[in-house]
């Protein structure tokens, strides 16, 4: 019987300690595990800066590796896609890079990732 008033009298206090608590306290508290979610291709500026113009399409992807998106209409085209959303917090990275060919050799490059250019490499 002891035991009971005692547990009762427990769950009370926890119940009223809870009860002043506001909710959104409540759910900063109280938050569900979120992992990090990374989708499609990473690619670094050194990887794009092996890439010459004139390579063919076996040498670009050995370099930057089979790209996300490879459209039937658009044969000259591949489109390398990264995605990061981290677990904690709100900030997105997405970076693009387009690679266009012309005929078998790479022609240009378009996006977000760009080669560095050598003349503002300093020495």
Not at 16 to 24: I, L, Q
Not at 95 to 117: K, N, Q, Y
């Amino acid at each position: 019987m002891r035991n009971l008033i005692s547990s009762a009298l427990l769950f009370a206090a926890l119940g009223a300690a809870v009860s002043g608590c506001s909710p959104t306290a409540v759910s900063d508290f109280v938050k569900p595990y979120r992992i990090d979610i990374r989708q499609g291709n990473y690619v670094t500026q050194e990887m794009v800066a092996q890439l010459k113009p004139g390579m063919s399409r076996d040498q670009v992807r050995f370099v930057l590796g089979t790209p996300l998106v490879a459209d039937v209409f658009h044969a000259d085209r591949w489109d390398y896609v990264y995605r990061f959303r981290p677990g904690k917090g709100d900030t997105l990275l997405e970076r693009r890079l387009t690679v266009i060919f012309a005929g078998d050799g790479l022609a240009r490059l378009e996006g977000d990732v760009r080669p560095e250019d050598a003349a503002a490499k300093p020495q």
